[in-house]
């Protein structure tokens, strides 16, 4: 007898053609950021073993925090949160309902939490 497949609900967030180093996504995850002693709150868009995009945040997080290094919060699940060290590596103009985004990267990543979050094999 044949084992039943996994489901498979999460939506990969990459477009086709898209070359990234690590499959991204989609979720509604809380999250704290702090950068240069500032805290900034919001939900993550999408995640992936080496980084995630911010979709919403106070207070505004702006262009000179390009390539500022800092630690972000991530509740999975309440009063759980995985911390991490991490880089901002991208602040622009979304689309859609969001007028801004950021991009950050991961610095030294626990990556069994990370995968764990995402529930993927690494």
């Known amino acids: 007898m044949k084992p039943i497949p996994k489901q498979d609900?999460?939506?990969?967030?990459?477009?086709?053609?898209?070359?990234?180093?690590?499959?991204?996504?989609?979720?509604?995850?809380?999250?704290?950021?702090?950068?240069?002693?500032?805290?900034?709150?919001?939900?993550?868009?999408?995640?992936?073993?080496?980084?995630?995009?911010?979709?919403?945040?106070?207070?505004?997080?702006?262009?000179?925090?390009?390539?500022?290094?800092?630690?972000?919060?991530?509740f999975v699940d309440e009063g759980f949160a995985i911390r991490i060290r991490c880089q901002i590596t991208y602040v622009g103009s979304g689309q859609g309902q969001y007028l801004n985004v950021v991009g950050l990267d991961f610095i030294d990543p626990n990556i069994d939490a990370i995968a764990a979050i995402i529930d993927t094999d690494i």
Do not use: H, W
């Open 9 to 74: 609900n999460r939506q990969e967030a990459t477009p086709l053609g898209e070359r990234r180093k690590n499959k991204r996504f989609d979720t509604v995850m809380t999250y704290v950021l702090v950068l240069d002693s500032t805290e900034y709150t919001g939900l993550i868009e999408n995640i992936s073993l080496s980084g995630a995009y911010l979709g919403t945040f106070q207070p505004m997080i702006t262009l000179d925090k390009l390539s500022k290094e800092g630690e972000i919060a991530l």
